[in-house]
């Protein structure tokens, strides 16, 4: 992994769910033709791209890499976004594996969802989107970090009654906003551009 210089909030990282060494089976070009290619989903936002990769670079899946500004990359040479059902099968069960790294990595993150999550109506609150939280778990979410702040997983399984692997149901919400385009509400999955648009 290379470190980028200048502004870190500029750069949009990803990881790597699938790698094609000989190219998209889409492609019509001949094979001497065609680039490395795969598919990818960001880490700050979840995005899905599909990506062309310099050739002479070898990557395994699960390799960081940087996706935008195009200036920034060292190993992408093209990109684009794409809906779920345009990843290759194997990107797509690769997805959910990836999806819980990074939702592990960032753990302080996505603690913090269950921190600050705020009510979207006055009958539905952020923590409803979540699979498996009706109102009571939420009300027992939201009494307690009003004591404390949660700061890590174990402890909000451990002080909320009734939630067990709060990881696990974030990874499960962010995988259906991935896959369903007709949600009405999205939390994570594109989050970074809905705060640009503000």
């Known amino acids: 992994m290379s470190e980028a210089d200048g502004d870190e909030t500029d750069v949009r ?27 990818a989903v960001g880490i700050e936002d979840f995005q899905l791209y599909q990506v062309a990769f310099d050739e002479n670079e070898r990557l395994t899946i699960g390799s960081e890499v940087v996706v935008e500004p195009a200036a ?11 809906g779920y059902d345009a990843l290759s099968s194997g990107a797509q069960s690769e997805l959910e594996y990836v999806v819980a790294d990074l939702v592990a990595e960032y753990e302080e993150r996505f603690v913090d969802f269950y921190n600050d999550a705020q ?29 404390k702040p949660f700061e890590s997983f174990d402890e909000l399984a451990e002080r909320v009654s009734g939630l067990h692997d709060p990881d696990e ?30």
Not at 15 to 39: E, F, M, N, W
Not at 131 to 144: F, H, Q, S, V
């Open 119 to 147: 009510p979207i109506t006055l009958r539905l609150h952020q923590l409803n989107l979540l699979p498996g939280i009706g109102k009571k778990l939420r009300n027992g979410i939201l009494d307690e970090r009003k004591r």
């Open 72 to 82: 920034e990359r060292d190993v992408v040479t093209e990109c684009h976004r794409v």
């Open 169 to 198: 149901i974030l990874v499960e919400r962010i995988l259906e906003e991935l896959r369903e385009d007709d949600l009405k509400y999205r939390t994570f999955v594109g989050r970074r551009e809905q705060e640009q648009n503000q």
């Open 13 to 39: 990282r990803a990881v790597v769910l699938d790698y094609l060494a000989h190219g998209l089976s889409d492609d019509g070009r001949p094979q001497y033709a065609k680039s490395p290619a795969g598919y």
